[in-house]
T-cell receptor, first 109, second 112 residues
Framework: RKEVEQDPGPFNVPEGATVAFNCTYS??????FFWYRQDCRKEPKLLMS???SGNEDGRFTAQLNRASQYISLLIRDSKLSDSATYLC??????????FGAGTRLTVKP | EAQVTQNPRYLITVTGKKLTVTCSQN?????MSWYRQDPGLGLRQIYY???????DKGDVPEGYKVSRKEKRNFPLILESPSPNQTSLYFC???????????FGEGSRLTVL
């Protein structure tokens, strides 16, 4: 079993749609959680950190469920520019960052 | 400008010819790491370093070496490249404790 698992997609949604991604992790000692965005053939960039209480940044909402060991990312009012691969990243106590394989999103006109 | 710089960005080489991919960061970060990215597998960690002269193996260290003689530099060395090392490589850095990772633009390596 992979340490961090994501549905690879692809998710194909129309502009304006709401889309949600989930990510599960196996290490219960994991301490910090992140969503990164990666455009085709580019480097990953931090989209947002995920806090225990959940957090929102504009159209993006991230949530953490420690009991079930999953994190989620919700994108509202999807834009064409949201098309990318979204990577779930989990950090354990010893600074061991683990990446999911990514979920590909395509937003269509 | 705060950045992580990798070189070369693109390289085609042949089996067995030693090569080095350089990585340099100007943010005074303690933590640096190398990843390879392959289709369907996501980013897999090769080696990481918590500080100068401190390096540790990641998930896929076989066939690679690293060194951390200076805080800003973390080169990746392929002593005898093989075709299965054809991949997209990323270097990243972060302050400690590891939070946001800052990535270089990537190095696409092809081993024939």
């Amino acid at each position: 079993r992979k340490e961090v698992e994501q549905d690879p997609g692809p998710f194909n949604v129309p502009e304006g749609a709401t889309v949600a991604f989930n990510c599960t992790y196996s290490n219960s000692a994991s301490q910090s959680f992140f969503w990164y965005r990666q455009d085709c053939r580019k480097e990953p960039k931090l989209l947002m950190s995920v806090y225990s209480s959940g957090n929102e940044d504009g159209r993006f909402t991230a949530q953490l469920n420690r009991a079930s060991q999953y994190i989620s990312l919700l994108i509202r009012d999807s834009k064409l520019s949201d098309s990318a691969t979204y990577l779930c990243v989990v950090n354990s106590l010893n600074n061991d960052m683990r990446f999911g394989a990514g979920t590909r999103l395509t937003v269509k006109p | 400008e705060a950045q992580v710089t990798q070189n070369p960005r693109y390289l085609i080489t042949v089996t067995g010819k030693k090569l080095t991919v350089t990585c340099s960061q100007n943010m005074n970060h303690e933590y640096m790491s190398w990843y390879r990215q392959d289709p369907g597998l996501g980013l897999r960690q090769i080696y990481y370093s918590m500080n100068v002269e401190v390096t540790d193996k990641g998930d896929v260290p076989e066939g690679y070496k690293v060194s951390r003689k200076e805080k800003r530099n973390f080169p990746l060395i392929l002593e005898s490249p093989s075709p299965n090392q054809t991949s997209l490589y990323f270097c990243a850095s972060s302050p400690l404790p590891v939070g946001e990772l800052f990535f270089g633009e990537g190095s696409r390596l092809t081993v024939l």
